[in-house]
């Protein structure tokens, strides 16, 4: 830790005379007041849980005429969790971002190393930067722009002490996203991601290592008529799913396809300088609990979202795709919000009602009698409220409270006592400082 800090200090003196440069930093405490956070509360009358974490951030970016530096250290941690009389030192701290962008030519680049991803609404790609511990990748970026953007990304992992395998990791990924803006009014992105997760051969008797692959191809379009602005996703996913069946004819172990899609639909009116409201639809397709055909069942249809900032969707208190709801009966998503800005203060208001994509087992019927019967598709609704005030120039504070009413078809499916009622609320403050910025003087030459 301490000579990751020197040798950040080198860095910045010895370019200070040559090169644009920032070193900046971010400390944001956040306290949680947790009674049905991302599950239902299995009790009623249990008691709430209140944690206070910290993400602490030092970050330099450095540009040169013809390349440019990005580092961040970030530690993440809860409050109490390290001992007052710390014996050890890093053991929560990371290496968020390190990489290099080089100019191949004006229009073309290579940027490698670790970094955030944030692509069109983040949808598939986004840094997560609600949670304290954000998201990054380890791979190599070609980017081509002139007139539009081409980007290629290309990833392959290994942990150095295992021989093969990537545990809570893609082993390769791939992806290819256009960008074009044909008008003010018109703008479209296409995206095509190749995915592949570490596993074992199927029916070989000695197992061995392998990569599955599944793809993701789809499209964002946003249209712009004055101060109403439209998006339109569209993704399908399709390939080989790490879960397997049985082929009774074959006699084999076999991969499950995936056959899933992502529609969604959103609106953003500008009412005023300080309002605004959105309303929109999302579905992503899931796994029907009452269909038991063998055909339906040698196929995955539940919507992966993949590496997308999932809590900017479906709701703050992250129910749905937020380590969760991954391979089940997916999700529809009906919401409006408003959003207000003045001066120093924001202030907003998001309502959701939830159903299923696919149909739900009544497993009290099916318990009783052996039946087979859908529950209503209905979930639940939920309730986001924020404030927050911008105090000065890098320091923000926010609050917020959320709520969830729950139906018996969602305790089906998380669980969750009836009588239980279940609630979030937090309080954060964000604190963004420039300690140096420099400007451009020389270049030095490349040794």
């Known amino acids: ?7 950040i200090v080198v860095l910045l003196i010895s370019g200070t005379a040559y090169a644009q440069f920032e070193l900046y930093g971010e400390f ?3 306290t949680e007041f947790n009674h049905g956070y991302k599950t239902l509360m299995p009790v009623q009358g249990e008691m709430f849980s209140l944690v206070t974490s910290q993400r602490t951030r030092i970050g330099l970016n450095y ?9 961040q250290l970030q530690d993440v941690r809860a409050w109490g969790s390290t001992q007052q009389l710390v014996v050890g030192d890093g053991a929560y701290t990371t290496i968020h971002q390190a990489w290099a962008e080089v100019m191949l030519t004006e229009k073309f680049s290579l940027k490698v190393g670790r970094q955030e991803l944030v692509y069109d609404d983040q949808r598939m790609f986004g840094s997560v930067n609600w949670a304290q511990q954000a998201r990054s990748h380890d791979l190599a970026l070609f980017k081509f722009e002139d007139g539009f953007k081409l980007h290629l990304g290309l990833a392959v992992n290994q942990v150095q002490t295992i021989a093969y395998t990537t545990p809570k990791n893609y082993k390769s990924m791939q992806f290819l996203w256009f960008n074009k803006k044909f008008s003010d009014a018109y703008t479209l992105s296409l995206l ?27 499209q964002r379009s946003v249209l712009k008529f004055g101060d ?3 998006g339109v996703n569209f993704y399908y996913q399709m390939g080989n799913d790490k879960a397997v069946y049985y082929d009774k004819t074959d006699k084999l172990n076999m991969h499950k396809k995936f056959s899933a899609m992502n529609i969604g639909v959103d609106l953003s009116y500008k009412l005023s300088d300080n309002f605004k409201v959105g309303l929109g639809y999302e579905y992503l397709s899931g796994n029907s609990q009452t269909d038991t055909t063998a055909d339906y069942n040698e196929k995955n249809h539940a919507f992966n979202p993949l590496y997308g900032t999932n809590h900017k969707f479906n709701g703050w208190m992250d129910y749905f795709y937020v380590g ?5 009966v997916g999700l529809q998503d009906i919401y409006v919000k408003l959003d207000y800005n003045k001066n120093k203060f924001i202030a907003g208001a998001a309502f959701h009602y939830f159903m299923s994509a696919a149909e739900v087992r009544d497993m009290d019927i099916f318990n009783a009698t052996g039946d087979i019967t859908a529950m209503s598709s209905g979930l639940g609704m939920e309730l986001d409220t924020y404030v927050g005030y911008k105090h000065s120039k890098g320091v923000l ?4 409270v959320s709520g969830m009413f729950d139906t018996a078809t969602l305790r089906t499916i998380k669980g969750g006592d009836n009588g239980a009622s279940n609630y979030w609320g937090w309080l954060m403050i964000i604190v963004k400082p420039t300690f140096l910025n420099g400007k451009k003087v020389s270049t030095p030459p490349a040794n």
């Open 1 to 7: 830790m301490k000579k990751l800090i020197t040798i």
């Open 28 to 30: 944001r405490p956040r």
């Open 63 to 71: 540009k040169a005429d013809r390349f440019k530096v990005g580092f």
């Open 192 to 218: 095509v991601i190749n995915t592949g997760v570490d596993d074992t051969t199927l029916n070989n008797p000695i197992p061995g290592a392998m990569t599955t692959y599944s793809q993701t191809l789809g």
């Open 228 to 230: 109403l602005s439209v």
């Open 324 to 328: 969760n709801h991954i391979n089940n």
């Open 397 to 400: 504070l926010k609050a917020g």
